[in-house]
T-cell receptor, first 116, second 115 residues
Framework: AQKITQTQPGMFVQEKEAVTLDCTYDTSDPSYGLFWYKQPSSGEMIFLIYQGSYDQQNATEGRYSLNFQKARKSANLVISASQLGDSAMYFCAMREVNLNNNDMRFGAGTRLTVKP | DGGITQSPKYLFRKEGQNVTLSCEQNLNHDAMYWYRQDPGQGLRLIYYSQIVNDFQKGDIAEGYSVSREKKESFPLTVTSAQKNPTAFYLC??????????????FGDGTRLSIL
């Protein structure tokens, strides 16, 4: 079964506007971590933001925030004041703490294009 | 600067040939990982290692092999048994993720193609 689902293959946003990238996940582990990564066309994966399953508040890092809705098992990334340099692939990932492994499960990604 | 270095950036493989992708990190991380990324898709785990001289298979280990003789190094060999090796390969490292919060840090990747 797919652990991480990103339903938006591509998204467009006007420069300086906000955009939300969707991510839903599936786990029976009560303890898990959720991550968002950015992958520019050059290929490297850049860590953006982390949310723990027991965190009471939504995570924020500069222009990035995570809209964490635990009951709905969603962890949407919000990018405020979009910039042209935000154009990239964005991946949602999850690590389940209580499983005896340390790998992350990645979604298929969303390609964000920021229009001038 | 601390980071992860993958080499080469581009690699071409002939039929029946084994090739080795290098991954070195100076972040003092215990855990290292290899992922494969196909066009337009997410990352799939090939192998990972939490400690020197120990490693575990991921979801798509067939046709690949790894070694972990030093903490800093985790080379990946794509063997001739891997019939469809053309992909983008990413190496990552992290602290041992007790509590799950430690992110993985990635290298710049190696693009492998068949000649």
């Amino acid at each position: 079964a797919q652990k991480i689902t990103q339903t938006q293959p591509g998204m467009f946003v006007q420069e300086k506007e906000a955009v939300t990238l969707d991510c839903t996940y599936d786990t029976s582990d009560p303890s898990y971590g959720l991550f968002w990564y950015k992958q520019p066309s050059s290929g490297e994966m850049i860590f953006l933001i982390y949310q723990g399953s027991y965190d009471q508040q939504n995570a924020t890092e500069g222009r990035y925030s995570l809209n964490f809705q635990k009951a709905r098992k969603s962890a949407n990334l919000v990018i405020s004041a979009s910039q042209l340099g935000d154009s990239a692939m964005y991946f949602c990932a999850m690590r389940e703490v209580n499983l005896n492994n340390n790998d992350m499960r990645f979604g298929a990604g969303t390609r964000l294009t920021v229009k001038p | 600067d601390g980071g992860i270095t993958q080499s080469p950036k581009y690699l071409f493989r002939k039929e029946g040939q084994n090739v080795t992708l290098s991954c070195e990190q100076n972040l003092n991380h215990d855990a290292m990982y290899w992922y494969r990324q196909d066009p337009g898709q997410g990352l799939r785990l090939i192998y990972y290692s939490q400690i020197v001289n120990d490693f575990q298979k991921g979801d798509i280990a067939e046709g690949y092999s790894v070694s972990r003789e030093k903490k800093e190094s985790f080379p990946l060999t794509v063997t001739s048994a891997q019939k469809n090796p053309t992909a983008f390969y990413l190496c990552a490292s992290s602290m041992i993720p007790r509590g799950g919060s430690q992110p993985q840090h990635f290298g710049d990747g190696t693009r492998l193609s068949i000649l």
